[in-house]
């Protein structure tokens, strides 16, 4: 089991490498952008550790894949394998195991870490191998590959919405609608083939506007039950949910800018910081925003012209 995971860890190292990102910066980054988004939520709404909880679950559900699994089981036998399974998915969770403690949510932690336990018992796929209807086949490539891999996110998020509504609690409401968007801003992580980007036949300035425009009419179908049920159980806080909205507007125009600022290769270093760095001062897209823009402009002006 130790080769296993020296291997998982240079797997994950080669990962960041790859992604443009030291991994001097990369350990200290991602803590940092966790421990603020964890105290976002629980800052917000008083119900933070159930969806803290339900965030925790989703992650670590990702080891239960039937095909990765058959294969450990070939490699190892039914006891080390066992272990194995425990040990990676406590792992997995020990970044919110450690935040919970830090909470004094003593007892929800001992939970989740019970769930996480009673998960490696099965093995489940997270991909659904079954046709849905959705608007997105029309405009391939992020949404329809995105929204198939995280489908399940979708209902957590208007679950805590119809929570948010039970109890009064116009933070929570926020909190499913920026879990959409999160959801949302992921699927531009990854970089489409020259080809798809040429076949849309359009100038530089004109395929990121086409782009743009999509990512936002999709995010909004996706959130709009949310944003519906919230503008009518909390109508008074409406100008305050506006702002949210736009603020999701921003961060998943910049994302798409920033995507292709570097096409045809993924995003490097500089724009994944610069990123970090909006999120902790969010009125500096404003700045990035037409930085990006420019620099997407001059790489899509190889391939679109």
Known sequence: MKEYFQLQFKMLNRKMIDFGMPLLIGYTLLPIIFILLSNYLFEKTEFANYAYGLLA????????????????????????????????????????????????????????????????????????????????????????VGFRKTFFIFPIAYFLTYISVSVGNFNLGVFSMLLIGLTCFSYYSKIENEYFVWNYNLSSKEFLIEKTKTCLIYFTILSLPVIITLSISFFREIDILIIFILLCYAYLTAIVLAKYSSFPNEMNMSQGILIAISFMFPPILLVFIPLFYSQSVKKLNTVLQ
């Open 57 to 144: 679950i989703s992650f670590v559900s990702k080891l239960s894949e039937p095909k990765r699994n058959d294969f450990l089981k070939s490699i190892f036998n039914k006891d080390k394998y066992r272990k194995l399974r425990i040990t990676e998915n406590l792992i997995y969770c020990l970044s919110f195991t450690l935040y919970l403690i830090y909470q004094k949510q003593f007892i929800f932690s001992a939970i989740l870490n019970l769930c996480i336990i009673f998960i490696t018992l099965f093995n489940f796929s997270t991909n659904l191998n079954v046709t849905i209807p959705t608007p997105f086949n029309k405009k391939p490539f992020e949404f329809t």
